[in-house]
Protein backbone atom coordinates (compact mmCIF):
# COMPACT_ATOMS: atom_id res chain seq x y z
CA UNK A 1 0.00 0.00 0.00
CA UNK A 2 2.70 2.59 1.00
CA UNK A 3 4.69 1.40 -2.38
CA UNK A 4 1.57 2.31 -4.27
CA UNK A 5 1.40 5.69 -2.57
CA UNK A 6 4.48 6.27 -3.23
CA UNK A 7 4.66 5.71 -6.93
CA UNK A 8 1.74 7.83 -6.89
CA UNK A 9 3.30 10.34 -5.35
CA UNK A 10 6.24 10.10 -7.94
CA UNK A 11 4.73 10.21 -11.06
CA UNK A 12 2.35 13.22 -9.86
CA UNK A 13 5.93 14.87 -9.52
CA UNK A 14 6.99 14.13 -12.52
CA UNK A 15 3.91 15.49 -14.53
CA UNK A 16 3.82 19.00 -12.85
CA UNK A 17 7.36 19.08 -13.80
CA UNK A 18 6.65 17.88 -17.48
CA UNK A 19 4.04 20.68 -17.45
CA UNK A 20 5.71 23.22 -16.38
CA UNK A 21 8.84 22.41 -18.33
CA UNK A 22 6.41 22.14 -21.18
CA UNK A 23 5.02 25.90 -20.61
CA UNK A 24 8.48 27.24 -20.44
CA UNK A 25 9.32 26.21 -23.97
CA UNK A 26 5.99 27.29 -24.80
CA UNK A 27 7.15 30.97 -23.57
CA UNK A 28 10.41 30.66 -24.79
CA UNK A 29 9.46 30.49 -28.10
CA UNK A 30 6.89 32.70 -28.21
CA UNK A 31 9.73 35.32 -26.74
CA UNK A 32 11.91 34.36 -30.17
CA UNK A 33 8.78 35.33 -32.58
CA UNK A 34 8.29 38.54 -30.49
CA UNK A 35 10.88 41.06 -31.84
CA UNK A 36 13.71 42.50 -29.34
CA UNK A 37 13.11 46.10 -28.77
CA UNK A 38 16.20 48.13 -26.77
CA UNK A 39 15.03 49.74 -24.01
CA UNK A 40 15.92 53.19 -24.88
CA UNK A 41 13.60 52.65 -28.07
CA UNK A 42 10.68 51.35 -25.92
CA UNK A 43 10.93 54.37 -23.61
CA UNK A 44 11.01 56.66 -26.89
CA UNK A 45 8.01 55.20 -28.28
CA UNK A 46 6.18 55.08 -24.59
CA UNK A 47 7.36 59.09 -24.61
CA UNK A 48 5.52 60.34 -26.89
CA UNK A 49 2.11 58.51 -25.41
CA UNK A 50 -0.60 60.62 -23.50
CA UNK A 51 -0.79 59.92 -20.50
CA UNK A 52 -4.35 57.96 -20.24
CA UNK A 53 -2.30 55.85 -22.91
CA UNK A 54 0.56 55.36 -20.20
CA UNK A 55 -1.41 54.50 -17.52
CA UNK A 56 -2.58 51.43 -19.35
CA UNK A 57 0.87 50.79 -20.87
CA UNK A 58 2.19 50.58 -16.88
CA UNK A 59 -0.01 47.25 -16.90
CA UNK A 60 1.34 45.48 -19.77
CA UNK A 61 4.27 44.14 -17.64
CA UNK A 62 6.84 45.35 -15.40
CA UNK A 63 9.44 46.27 -17.58
CA UNK A 64 7.30 48.89 -18.79
CA UNK A 65 5.93 49.88 -15.51
CA UNK A 66 9.70 50.84 -14.23
CA UNK A 67 10.41 53.00 -17.29
CA UNK A 68 7.28 54.80 -17.14
CA UNK A 69 7.75 55.36 -12.82
CA UNK A 70 11.84 55.78 -13.39
CA UNK A 71 12.29 59.73 -12.19
CA UNK A 72 14.42 60.41 -15.75
CA UNK A 73 10.93 59.06 -17.78
CA UNK A 74 8.65 61.59 -15.44
CA UNK A 75 10.61 64.68 -16.43
CA UNK A 76 11.10 63.69 -19.95
CA UNK A 77 7.36 63.14 -20.50
CA UNK A 78 6.73 66.70 -19.02
CA UNK A 79 9.08 68.65 -21.18
CA UNK A 80 7.11 66.77 -23.72
CA UNK A 81 3.73 67.83 -22.98
CA UNK A 82 1.13 70.16 -23.84
CA UNK A 83 0.03 73.00 -21.18
CA UNK A 84 -3.52 72.49 -21.13
CA UNK A 85 -6.73 74.47 -19.16
CA UNK A 86 -7.58 72.56 -15.94
CA UNK A 87 -10.94 73.76 -14.38
CA UNK A 88 -13.93 71.98 -12.01
CA UNK A 89 -17.62 71.24 -13.36
CA UNK A 90 -20.64 71.25 -10.87
CA UNK A 91 -22.38 68.08 -10.01
CA UNK A 92 -25.84 67.40 -9.61
CA UNK A 93 -26.49 68.97 -5.87
CA UNK A 94 -26.86 65.75 -3.41
CA UNK A 95 -30.04 64.63 -0.75
CA UNK A 96 -27.88 64.75 2.46
CA UNK A 97 -24.54 64.71 3.86
CA UNK A 98 -23.64 61.18 3.60
CA UNK A 99 -24.18 61.54 -0.37
CA UNK A 100 -21.93 64.83 -0.25
CA UNK A 101 -19.38 63.20 0.88
CA UNK A 102 -19.67 59.54 -1.28
CA UNK A 103 -21.22 61.31 -4.40
CA UNK A 104 -19.92 60.26 -7.98
CA UNK A 105 -20.96 61.74 -10.71
CA UNK A 106 -24.68 59.62 -12.29
CA UNK A 107 -23.46 56.18 -14.40
CA UNK A 108 -19.96 56.22 -13.47
CA UNK A 109 -18.64 54.37 -10.74
CA UNK A 110 -14.89 55.35 -11.44
CA UNK A 111 -14.52 58.76 -9.53
CA UNK A 112 -11.93 59.02 -7.54
CA UNK A 113 -13.47 61.44 -4.42
CA UNK A 114 -10.75 63.45 -2.68
CA UNK A 115 -12.92 64.37 0.44
CA UNK A 116 -13.95 60.25 0.78
CA UNK A 117 -10.33 59.54 0.65
CA UNK A 118 -9.09 62.25 2.67
CA UNK A 119 -11.54 60.80 5.45
CA UNK A 120 -9.68 57.08 5.38
CA UNK A 121 -6.66 58.22 5.12
CA UNK A 122 -7.37 60.29 8.62
CA UNK A 123 -9.30 57.58 10.02
CA UNK A 124 -12.40 59.77 10.11
CA UNK A 125 -15.73 57.41 10.02
CA UNK A 126 -17.69 59.57 7.22
CA UNK A 127 -20.87 59.51 9.84
CA UNK A 128 -19.16 61.34 12.79
CA UNK A 129 -18.28 64.51 11.04
CA UNK A 130 -19.39 67.74 12.36
CA UNK A 131 -23.00 69.20 11.13
CA UNK A 132 -21.23 72.06 8.73
CA UNK A 133 -22.24 73.31 5.69
CA UNK A 134 -20.96 71.58 2.85
CA UNK A 135 -21.00 72.89 -1.15
CA UNK A 136 -22.57 70.61 -3.98
CA UNK A 137 -19.12 68.57 -5.37
CA UNK A 138 -17.61 69.18 -8.63
CA UNK A 139 -15.80 67.40 -11.02
CA UNK A 140 -12.23 68.04 -12.15
CA UNK A 141 -12.03 68.38 -15.88
CA UNK A 142 -9.63 69.85 -18.62
CA UNK A 143 -9.21 71.37 -21.97
CA UNK A 144 -6.83 70.20 -24.32
CA UNK A 145 -6.07 72.62 -28.41
CA UNK A 146 -5.41 70.97 -31.22
CA UNK A 147 -6.51 71.36 -35.12
CA UNK A 148 -8.31 74.58 -34.26
CA UNK A 149 -10.81 72.62 -31.84
CA UNK A 150 -11.18 72.13 -28.20
CA UNK A 151 -11.28 68.77 -26.26
CA UNK A 152 -12.93 68.59 -23.26
CA UNK A 153 -11.53 65.52 -20.64
CA UNK A 154 -12.54 64.29 -17.80
CA UNK A 155 -10.14 62.97 -15.07
CA UNK A 156 -13.24 61.12 -13.14
CA UNK A 157 -12.01 62.77 -9.65
CA UNK A 158 -14.42 64.93 -7.41
CA UNK A 159 -14.03 67.15 -4.80
CA UNK A 160 -15.41 69.91 -2.63
CA UNK A 161 -12.81 72.63 -2.25
CA UNK A 162 -11.68 75.08 -5.43
CA UNK A 163 -8.37 74.65 -6.85
CA UNK A 164 -6.35 77.52 -5.30
CA UNK A 165 -3.01 76.64 -7.50
CA UNK A 166 -1.21 74.58 -10.48
CA UNK A 167 2.76 73.32 -10.77
CA UNK A 168 4.21 70.61 -13.04
CA UNK A 169 1.00 68.34 -12.81
CA UNK A 170 0.05 69.54 -9.53
CA UNK A 171 -2.83 70.83 -7.97
CA UNK A 172 -3.69 72.53 -4.73
CA UNK A 173 -6.28 72.31 -3.68
CA UNK A 174 -8.91 73.37 -0.77
CA UNK A 175 -9.45 70.55 2.17
CA UNK A 176 -13.50 71.77 2.43
CA UNK A 177 -13.04 68.91 5.43
CA UNK A 178 -10.47 70.61 7.58
CA UNK A 179 -11.25 74.55 7.61
CA UNK A 180 -8.38 76.31 6.07
CA UNK A 181 -6.55 73.16 5.24
CA UNK A 182 -5.01 72.01 1.86
CA UNK A 183 -4.28 69.27 -0.51
CA UNK A 184 -1.61 68.45 -2.69
CA UNK A 185 -3.31 66.14 -5.78
CA UNK A 186 -1.56 64.62 -9.02
CA UNK A 187 -4.60 64.03 -10.68
CA UNK A 188 -3.40 61.93 -13.46
CA UNK A 189 -1.54 59.26 -10.75
CA UNK A 190 -4.36 60.32 -8.12
CA UNK A 191 -1.93 60.67 -5.58
CA UNK A 192 -3.15 63.05 -2.99
CA UNK A 193 -1.66 64.90 0.34
CA UNK A 194 -2.96 67.35 2.76
CA UNK A 195 -0.97 69.72 3.96
CA UNK A 196 -0.43 71.39 7.69
CA UNK A 197 -2.63 74.52 8.70
CA UNK A 198 -0.98 77.81 8.13
CA UNK A 199 -2.57 81.18 8.66
CA UNK A 200 -6.27 81.16 8.56
CA UNK A 201 -8.22 84.44 6.33
CA UNK A 202 -10.80 85.30 4.21
CA UNK A 203 -10.37 83.76 0.77
CA UNK A 204 -10.45 87.39 -0.89
CA UNK A 205 -7.35 88.63 1.28
CA UNK A 206 -5.28 85.94 0.45
CA UNK A 207 -2.94 84.35 -2.38
CA UNK A 208 -1.69 81.19 -3.23
CA UNK A 209 1.15 80.24 -5.38
CA UNK A 210 3.21 76.67 -6.25
CA UNK A 211 6.32 76.56 -7.79
CA UNK A 212 9.64 74.35 -8.03
CA UNK A 213 13.15 75.38 -6.38
CA UNK A 214 15.60 74.87 -9.39
CA UNK A 215 18.42 74.72 -6.69
CA UNK A 216 17.16 72.51 -4.17
CA UNK A 217 14.75 70.64 -6.33
CA UNK A 218 11.39 70.98 -3.76
CA UNK A 219 8.27 72.09 -4.20
CA UNK A 220 6.75 75.32 -2.19
CA UNK A 221 3.59 76.60 -1.47
CA UNK A 222 3.69 80.20 -1.28
CA UNK A 223 1.17 81.92 0.89
CA UNK A 224 0.61 86.01 0.68
CA UNK A 225 -2.45 86.99 2.77
CA UNK A 226 -3.52 90.59 4.10
CA UNK A 227 -4.70 90.95 7.61
CA UNK A 228 -7.15 92.99 9.78
CA UNK A 229 -5.26 96.12 9.41
CA UNK A 230 -4.94 96.21 5.67
CA UNK A 231 -1.07 95.04 6.03
CA UNK A 232 0.68 91.74 3.65
CA UNK A 233 2.13 88.89 4.97
CA UNK A 234 4.11 85.77 3.67
CA UNK A 235 4.31 82.52 4.72
CA UNK A 236 5.82 79.52 2.72
CA UNK A 237 5.96 75.66 3.06
CA UNK A 238 8.13 73.36 1.46
CA UNK A 239 6.39 70.39 0.61
CA UNK A 240 9.78 68.16 1.97
CA UNK A 241 9.71 69.89 5.07
CA UNK A 242 5.94 69.96 5.22
CA UNK A 243 6.33 73.30 7.94
CA UNK A 244 5.11 76.59 7.71
CA UNK A 245 7.61 79.83 8.14
CA UNK A 246 6.91 83.44 8.06
CA UNK A 247 8.64 85.82 5.34
CA UNK A 248 10.19 89.02 5.39
CA UNK A 249 8.53 91.49 3.31
CA UNK A 250 6.67 92.19 0.86
CA UNK A 251 7.79 96.29 1.89
CA UNK A 252 4.35 98.17 2.63
CA UNK A 253 2.58 99.94 -0.24
CA UNK A 254 3.93 97.07 -3.10
CA UNK A 255 0.48 95.54 -3.35
CA UNK A 256 -2.68 96.75 -3.23
CA UNK A 257 -4.55 93.55 -4.06
CA UNK A 258 -4.39 89.75 -4.47
CA UNK A 259 -6.92 89.16 -6.90
CA UNK A 260 -4.41 88.21 -10.05
CA UNK A 261 -3.06 84.36 -9.36
CA UNK A 262 0.56 84.12 -9.46
CA UNK A 263 2.55 82.61 -12.50
CA UNK A 264 5.36 80.62 -12.26
CA UNK A 265 8.21 81.53 -15.14
CA UNK A 266 12.17 81.67 -14.68
CA UNK A 267 12.50 80.58 -11.31
CA UNK A 268 9.92 83.07 -9.77
CA UNK A 269 6.62 84.00 -8.38
CA UNK A 270 5.18 86.81 -10.12
CA UNK A 271 2.19 88.90 -8.80
CA UNK A 272 0.31 92.28 -10.78
CA UNK A 273 -0.50 94.02 -6.92
CA UNK A 274 -3.25 96.08 -8.44
CA UNK A 275 -6.53 95.83 -10.31
CA UNK A 276 -5.72 98.36 -12.73
CA UNK A 277 -3.35 100.65 -14.45
CA UNK A 278 -0.17 98.76 -12.32
CA UNK A 279 3.08 99.84 -13.80
CA UNK A 280 5.01 96.92 -12.17
CA UNK A 281 4.93 93.59 -11.09
CA UNK A 282 6.11 91.65 -7.73
CA UNK A 283 8.58 88.75 -8.17
CA UNK A 284 9.58 86.35 -5.63
CA UNK A 285 12.73 84.27 -6.27
CA UNK A 286 11.75 80.41 -4.94
CA UNK A 287 15.42 79.93 -4.51
CA UNK A 288 16.66 83.37 -2.36
CA UNK A 289 12.56 83.69 -0.99
CA UNK A 290 13.07 87.43 -1.54
CA UNK A 291 10.83 89.65 -3.13
CA UNK A 292 11.33 92.35 -5.88
CA UNK A 293 9.89 95.03 -7.78
CA UNK A 294 9.99 94.42 -11.52
CA UNK A 295 8.98 97.56 -14.18
CA UNK A 296 6.89 96.25 -16.77
CA UNK A 297 7.21 97.96 -20.64
CA UNK A 298 3.55 99.31 -19.98
CA UNK A 299 0.76 99.74 -17.53
CA UNK A 300 -1.43 97.04 -16.87
CA UNK A 301 -4.81 97.21 -17.36
CA UNK A 302 -7.57 95.04 -16.63
CA UNK A 303 -7.84 92.72 -19.70
CA UNK A 304 -3.57 92.67 -19.37
CA UNK A 305 -2.20 88.99 -18.26
CA UNK A 306 1.24 88.18 -17.23
CA UNK A 307 1.79 84.31 -18.90
CA UNK A 308 4.40 81.32 -18.73
CA UNK A 309 5.17 80.66 -22.20
CA UNK A 310 7.94 78.10 -23.44
CA UNK A 311 10.28 79.30 -20.53
CA UNK A 312 9.56 82.69 -20.94
CA UNK A 313 7.71 85.50 -19.09
CA UNK A 314 4.93 87.21 -21.07
CA UNK A 315 3.27 90.15 -20.59
CA UNK A 316 0.20 90.82 -22.64
CA UNK A 317 -1.23 94.29 -22.90
CA UNK A 318 -4.50 96.07 -24.51
CA UNK A 319 -2.97 99.03 -27.00
CA UNK A 320 -5.79 101.44 -27.58
CA UNK A 321 -9.10 99.40 -28.84
CA UNK A 322 -7.80 97.21 -31.50
CA UNK A 323 -4.26 96.05 -30.53
CA UNK A 324 -2.66 94.01 -28.54
CA UNK A 325 0.62 93.95 -27.69
CA UNK A 326 2.98 90.81 -26.36
CA UNK A 327 6.22 91.41 -24.52
CA UNK A 328 9.10 88.52 -23.43
CA UNK A 329 11.25 88.42 -20.64
CA UNK A 330 13.70 85.48 -20.45
CA UNK A 331 15.04 86.35 -17.09
CA UNK A 332 15.09 89.45 -14.51
CA UNK A 333 19.01 89.49 -14.21
CA UNK A 334 20.38 91.55 -17.25
CA UNK A 335 17.13 91.05 -19.64
CA UNK A 336 14.77 93.42 -20.81
CA UNK A 337 10.97 93.13 -22.19
CA UNK A 338 11.58 92.42 -25.99
CA UNK A 339 7.56 93.05 -27.85
CA UNK A 340 7.73 90.38 -30.04
CA UNK A 341 4.08 90.60 -31.84
CA UNK A 342 1.14 92.98 -32.08
CA UNK A 343 -2.27 91.47 -32.19
CA UNK A 344 -4.47 93.91 -34.78
CA UNK A 345 -8.46 93.23 -34.75
CA UNK A 346 -11.52 95.12 -33.97
CA UNK A 347 -12.95 95.26 -30.60
CA UNK A 348 -10.01 93.36 -29.09
CA UNK A 349 -10.24 95.32 -25.28
CA UNK A 350 -12.26 92.43 -23.56
CA UNK A 351 -10.22 89.52 -24.86
CA UNK A 352 -8.24 87.86 -21.59
CA UNK A 353 -5.29 85.84 -22.55
CA UNK A 354 -5.78 82.39 -20.42
CA UNK A 355 -2.97 80.00 -21.16
CA UNK A 356 0.40 80.02 -23.69
CA UNK A 357 0.76 76.93 -25.05
CA UNK A 358 4.32 75.05 -24.51
CA UNK A 359 4.91 73.17 -28.43
CA UNK A 360 3.46 75.61 -30.38
CA UNK A 361 3.75 78.73 -28.22
CA UNK A 362 0.15 79.75 -29.43
CA UNK A 363 -2.09 81.90 -26.60
CA UNK A 364 -5.12 81.50 -25.92
CA UNK A 365 -7.63 83.90 -25.17
CA UNK A 366 -11.39 84.06 -23.48
CA UNK A 367 -14.00 87.02 -24.58
CA UNK A 368 -14.94 88.40 -21.25
CA UNK A 369 -18.68 89.66 -23.14
CA UNK A 370 -19.49 85.58 -23.86
CA UNK A 371 -16.82 83.69 -22.53
CA UNK A 372 -15.84 82.49 -26.10
CA UNK A 373 -12.39 81.09 -26.67
CA UNK A 374 -9.62 82.10 -29.53
CA UNK A 375 -6.27 81.02 -30.16
CA UNK A 376 -3.48 83.45 -31.87
CA UNK A 377 -1.55 81.26 -34.04
CA UNK A 378 2.41 82.54 -34.22
CA UNK A 379 3.04 81.31 -37.20
CA UNK A 380 -0.49 82.25 -39.36
CA UNK A 381 -0.33 85.31 -37.83
CA UNK A 382 -3.95 85.63 -37.08
CA UNK A 383 -5.93 85.00 -34.38
CA UNK A 384 -9.28 82.14 -34.81
CA UNK A 385 -12.27 81.53 -32.58
CA UNK A 386 -12.06 78.09 -31.26
CA UNK A 387 -15.13 75.57 -31.39
CA UNK A 388 -16.12 74.27 -28.12
CA UNK A 389 -18.84 72.38 -26.33
CA UNK A 390 -22.10 74.46 -26.12
CA UNK A 391 -22.18 73.91 -22.60
CA UNK A 392 -19.17 74.91 -21.91
CA UNK A 393 -19.11 78.66 -20.52
CA UNK A 394 -16.74 79.93 -17.82
CA UNK A 395 -15.15 83.06 -16.85
CA UNK A 396 -11.70 83.20 -17.14
CA UNK A 397 -10.61 82.90 -13.15
CA UNK A 398 -12.06 79.26 -13.66
CA UNK A 399 -9.03 77.86 -15.44
CA UNK A 400 -6.00 77.52 -14.47
CA UNK A 401 -2.26 77.02 -16.54
CA UNK A 402 -1.99 72.85 -16.21
CA UNK A 403 0.11 69.70 -18.00
CA UNK A 404 -0.59 66.26 -17.73
CA UNK A 405 2.36 64.63 -15.69
CA UNK A 406 3.78 61.92 -13.58
CA UNK A 407 5.19 64.08 -11.16
CA UNK A 408 5.48 63.54 -7.31
CA UNK A 409 6.47 65.40 -4.21
Known amino acids: ?5 GSKGKNLARLVEEKACSKRLQQEEEQRRIPYLPKDCITNILLCLPHKSLLRSMLVCKSWRDIIKSLNFVHAHLHRSDTILIFLSRLPAPHNIYSVLTSRPPDNPNYFSIDTNYLQSQNIPILTQPAIHYPRKSCVKFMEFSNGKCEER ?3 ISCLG ?3 ATCDGLILLENRIKKGGLIVLNPVTRKLDPLPLGTLCPPHNESYGFALSEVSGVYKVVHLFRDELNYFHCEILSLGTRVWRPLDGPEPGLF ?12 YLHWVPFVDHS ?11 KFHKVALPTSCRTHDRILEIRGSLCFIAHEEMTQINIWMLEGLSGHAWKQTCSITMGCT ?5 LLGLKMSGDIIFERDEDYSLYRYHFELKEIRRIEVQENLALSSNSYFAHVNSFISW
Do not use: H, N, Q, T
Request: charged share 30%; aromatic share 16%.
Open 1 to 5: MEKSM
Open 154 to 156: DYK
Open 162 to 164: KIR
Open 256 to 267: GWLGYRPVFAIG
Open 279 to 289: DYIVSMEMDSE
Open 349 to 353: FDMVP
